[in-house]
């Protein structure tokens, strides 16, 4: 895990983002409402057929650069409320990266469950 980053963990995530990998994402409080999105989030590049049908949201063909986003959690499940819940969800849906305000952790970090 890559604490303390502050600045830098935009760019980071942004990287990730680039090379393809889906990257959970929880920052700040907690949001409620049917389109809370941006607090708890799942975010992948769509680009790549791959990581497109990894994460499962898009059902048609898209040449669009476009950045996917759908709620941090499992299905069934409420929106993840603690870093903790945010680290065995991750591991749970196979993510690349987990954002936790300003530190990062990578999948080959992430515990098995």
């Not at 903790?84 to 992430?110: C, F, P, R, T, Y």
Request: proline content about 4%; overall charge neutral.
């Amino acid at each position: 895990m890559i604490t303390g980053m502050g600045g830098r963990l935009i760019p980071a995530v942004a990287e990730l983002l680039a090379d393809h990998h889906v990257v959970g994402w929880v920052q700040g409080g907690m949001e409620f409402g049917p389109c809370a999105l941006g607090h708890r989030s799942i975010l992948a590049h769509p680009g790549r057929t791959q990581t497109r049908d990894r994460v499962n949201a898009i059902n048609q063909r898209t040449g669009l650069t476009m950045l996917l986003n759908t709620s941090f959690n499992t299905k069934g499940a409420p929106i993840l409320m603690s870093a903790e819940q945010a680290v065995h969800a991750a591991a749970d849906l196979g993510l690349d990266a987990v954002a936790i305000n300003d530190s990062l952790l990578v999948s080959d970090k992430l515990p098995t469950r």
